[in-house]
């Protein structure tokens, strides 16, 4: 079965270019004759109006849904940063510590036990994570930290005292 994989790719392709599909065929459905014949778009026997309309609506649905993503998605990175900075606000002397080796050493990754409590509390507070998988128990794993804390600690570190 070719033909659903066929329509998956060009739906995939089709909502990347949901805004310039939205803004052809409303050009072609609303725009005035004398624009698109200064376009060199023509009415033809064969009047695509229908066509046009339907592609219309649906384009501007992918495109809206496409605004809600990234709506939704800029929302729970912000409301995240958010979280990651209070909870750097109560670090206990332990966790400053762990935080002091990625800042002192200007450095982004550490290797850790994976059965270290505070190390995987900051990995779940989302101020550490572990992006790798490999590692073994006796050498440990690398831990990195994230975006966001490393910002915000390189602007002040006076946290970390």
Request: charge should be positive.
């Amino acid at each position: 079965m070719i033909f659903p994989q066929y329509l998956a790719e060009l739906l995939k392709f089709a909502c990347n270019y949901a805004g310039i599909i939205f803004s052809a065929a409303g050009v072609y459905l609303f725009a005035p004759q004398s624009l698109l014949e200064a376009l060199h778009i023509s009415y033809s026997s064969h009047d695509y109006r229908d066509i046009a309309g339907f592609v219309f609506l649906i384009s501007g649905c992918a495109l809206l849904e496409k605004v809600w993503n990234t709506i939704k998605t800029s929302r729970s990175k912000a409301k995240s940063r958010k979280k990651v900075i209070k909870r750097l606000h109560a670090l206990t002397q332990k966790e400053k510590d762990i935080l002091l080796g990625y800042i002192f050493f200007d450095t982004r990754t550490q290797r850790f036990d994976d059965r270290d409590g505070v190390v995987n509390g900051l990995i779940a507070a989302g101020v550490l994570i572990r992006h790798s998988l490999y590692g073994s128990i006796v050498s440990g794993f690398d831990v990195n930290i994230t975006d966001v804390a490393w910002e915000y600690l390189k602007k002040n570190p006076d946290l970390l005292r």
